[in-house]
């Protein structure tokens, strides 16, 4: 009886099991007079910080929208699809302040949660990842902190998506402050992938066997997806390739 009990409590159940405990904690935690004392007293002091992180978001996104103006000019395409940006929610923040057990403080959320501000950059082709990646890292006001390459090594989900991790500065009336912002960067087909997984992995009411088979098919589809970011990105070279020849025969053409 009690074996089978056991051989009924698969890998997806325990997961939902955990998530759901999770949600618990965190309604539990939020209600819980500490952190409303904590939301009342720090009002000012956190709005203030998620106002920080904003402009921290933007300064990033104007850098992106440069690079992309920039390359365009130079190869005649555009590398970056679309920039979407978020600040993560407080409920979040608290959530990740329990997952990780730090101590709830401004100073302490600003050091151990590193993904307040993000930035996402959906690129054409799998190259332009690295080229842009490359670009901001080479300016003098960007420090890398981490960098997860989930291209090169895809999550066992089949998520694949480059992360970093930088501090850039914001000047504010009288002082400069240095602040953390991710950037993920993807594949318009990593992106959709990610976002239909996504679903997957909050929807809570999807019978086990139906989620478990829904995951290995989106697993099988990350696959597909990929080599087809490289055989687009193929084609995209083998077509830059040919205008290149055409226009080094129209130059030499107009020489004669
Ligand atoms: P949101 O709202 O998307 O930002 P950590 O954040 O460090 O506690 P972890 O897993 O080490 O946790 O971070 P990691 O691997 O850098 O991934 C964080 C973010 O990547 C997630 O943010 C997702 O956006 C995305 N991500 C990572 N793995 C997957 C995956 O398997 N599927 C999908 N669809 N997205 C993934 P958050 O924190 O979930 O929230």
Same mark, same amino acid.
């Given at each position: 009886?009690?074996?089978?009990?056991?051989?009924?409590?698969?890998?997806?159940?325990?997961?939902?099991?955990?998530?759901?405990?999770?949600?618990?904690?965190?309604? #539990?935690?939020?209600?819980?007079?500490?952190?409303?004392?904590?939301?009342?007293?720090?009002?000012?002091?956190?709005?203030?910080?998620?106002?920080?992180? #904003?402009?921290?978001?933007?300064?990033?996104?104007?850098?992106?929208?440069? /690079? *992309?103006?920039?390359?365009? $000019?130079? !190869?005649?395409?555009?590398?970056? @699809?679309?920039?979407?940006?978020?600040?993560?929610?407080?409920?979040?923040?608290?959530?990740?302040?329990?997952?990780?057990?730090?101590?709830?403080?401004?100073?302490?959320? #600003?050091?151990?949660?590193?993904?307040?501000?993000?930035?996402?950059?959906?690129?054409?082709?799998?190259?332009?990842?690295?080229?842009?990646?490359?670009?901001?890292?080479?300016?003098? *006001?960007?420090?890398? &902190?981490?960098?997860? *390459?989930?291209?090169?090594?895809?999550?066992?989900?089949?998520?694949?998506? &480059? !992360?970093?991790?930088?501090?850039?500065?914001?000047?504010?009336? !009288?002082?400069?402050?240095?602040?953390?912002?991710?950037?993920?960067?993807?594949?318009?087909?990593? *992106?959709?992938?990610?976002?239909?997984? !996504?679903?997957?992995?909050?929807?809570?009411?999807?019978?086990?066997?139906?989620?478990? =088979?829904?995951?290995? =098919? $989106? /697993? @099988?589809?990350?696959?597909?997806?990929?080599? &087809?970011?490289?055989?687009?990105?193929?084609?995209?070279?083998?077509?830059? #390739?040919?205008?290149?020849?055409?226009?080094?025969?129209?130059?030499?053409?107009?020489? &004669?």
């Amino acid at each position: 009886m009690g074996s089978g009990k056991r051989k009924g409590i698969t890998r997806m159940n325990i997961r939902d099991y955990i998530k759901q405990k999770k949600a618990e904690v965190l309604v #539990e935690r939020i209600n819980s007079t500490r952190f409303q004392d904590f939301i009342k007293r720090h009002g000012r002091p956190l709005s203030t910080m998620f106002t920080y992180y #904003e402009c921290a978001m933007m300064e990033v996104e104007t850098k992106f929208k440069v /690079l *992309d103006q920039e390359y365009s $000019l130079i !190869h005649d395409r555009n590398p970056i @699809e679309s920039i979407k940006t978020r600040i993560k929610s407080l409920d979040s923040v608290i959530e990740k302040v329990g997952k990780y057990g730090v101590p709830l403080t401004i100073e302490s959320i #600003e050091e151990n949660i590193n993904d307040i501000a993000g930035v996402r950059v959906i690129c054409s082709f799998p190259d332009d990842i690295y080229t842009l990646a490359e670009c901001l890292l080479e300016q003098d *006001d960007v420090t890398l &902190l981490q960098k997860k *390459d989930y291209i090169r090594n895809p999550k066992p989900s089949g998520y694949r998506s &480059l !992360h970093l991790i930088i501090s850039v500065p914001i000047f504010l009336e !009288h002082k400069k402050r240095d602040m953390k912002v991710e950037v993920q960067f993807r594949t318009i087909a990593m *992106d959709f992938w990610a976002s239909l997984e !996504h679903n997957l992995r909050y929807k809570r009411d999807i019978p086990e066997a139906l989620s478990a =088979e829904l995951a290995e =098919e $989106l /697993l @099988e589809c990350a696959n597909i997806s990929s080599s &087809l970011d490289i055989r687009m990105q193929r084609i995209r070279k083998r077509l830059s #390739e040919d205008s290149a020849e055409i226009d080094e025969m129209i130059d030499s053409a107009q020489w &004669l």
